[in-house]
């Protein structure tokens, strides 16, 4: 389970940029960006296993997030999940959402649309922002190993900016779906006494 991420993991950003490097509002280079694509073309050839131990590695770790899932949350012997449909198919779903980030990186604006519907989404499945760091974290845990002696400090650098991008967008979804919903609930609230007045 053991993985070492150097840096300070997924909770602050600590950029190396070089002198004369621009960044796109997502905090990445041009080079990151180019580092990013050409390694997910090599992850993308084991994408399910990705998927899965990357779940499990996050289980394993944070414990907490397995029970925001109504599907594993009575799972105890982790070792199963590797062998589990549903986690396979869950994991394949959010690396076809990395995958679609991949592809946004040119067009950051679409990029953000989908991140903030993402965000708005684990709002209704009550999965909390505090989590999503650790996402990231064991994404890069799981890829090392494929890439072997591709793997730089830069190439991490690039995996961590983008997840720290998506998951600040996500955040930002969580919390406008949220504050709908409470303006929602308190505007009806405030509505049914007067229905009620009307009634009698
Ligand atoms: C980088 C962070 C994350 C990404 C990119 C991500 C992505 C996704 C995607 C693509 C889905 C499929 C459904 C949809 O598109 O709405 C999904 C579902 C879900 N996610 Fe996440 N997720 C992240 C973090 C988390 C965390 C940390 C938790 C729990 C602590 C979580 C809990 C859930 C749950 C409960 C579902 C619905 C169940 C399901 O689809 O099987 N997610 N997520």
Redesign the pocket.
Same mark, same amino acid.
């Given at each position: 389970m053991g993985c070492a991420i150097s840096g300070s993991g997924l909770t602050a950003r600590a950029p190396e940029i070089r002198a004369g490097e621009e960044e796109t509002p997502a905090g990445l280079t041009a080079n990151h960006i180019r580092l990013i694509k050409e390694s997910w073309r090599l992850i993308q050839e084991d994408i399910a296993k990705v998927g899965i131990i990357m779940f499990v590695r996050?289980f394993e770790t944070h414990p907490e997030?397995k029970d925001? *899932?109504?599907?594993f949350r009575d799972v105890e012997d982790l070792e199963r999940l590797r062998t589990s449909r549903e986690l396979r198919a869950?994991g394949l779903?959010?690396m076809?959402?990395?995958e679609k980030s991949v592809a946004r990186l040119d067009q950051l604006e679409r990029l953000e649309t989908l991140a903030l519907e993402?965000g708005k989404?684990?709002y209704r499945?009550?999965?909390p922002p505090k989590?999503?760091g650790?996402?990231?974290a064991e994404f890069i845990c799981a890829v090392r190993p494929i890439l072997k002696d591709r793997w730089t400090p830069e190439l991490e650098e690039a995996w961590k900016t983008l *997840?720290q991008y998506?998951?600040s967008i996500?955040r930002e979804g969580f919390l406008e779906e949220e504050r709908n919903k409470r303006s929602n609930t308190q505007t009806s609230s405030r509505e049914r006494p007067d229905k009620r007045s009307t009634a009698i």
């Open positions: 996050l997030c925001v *899932f109504f599907l869950h779903r959010v076809s959402f990395i993402l989404s684990h499945y009550n999965a989590y999503y650790y996402v990231g *997840f998506v998951t996500m």
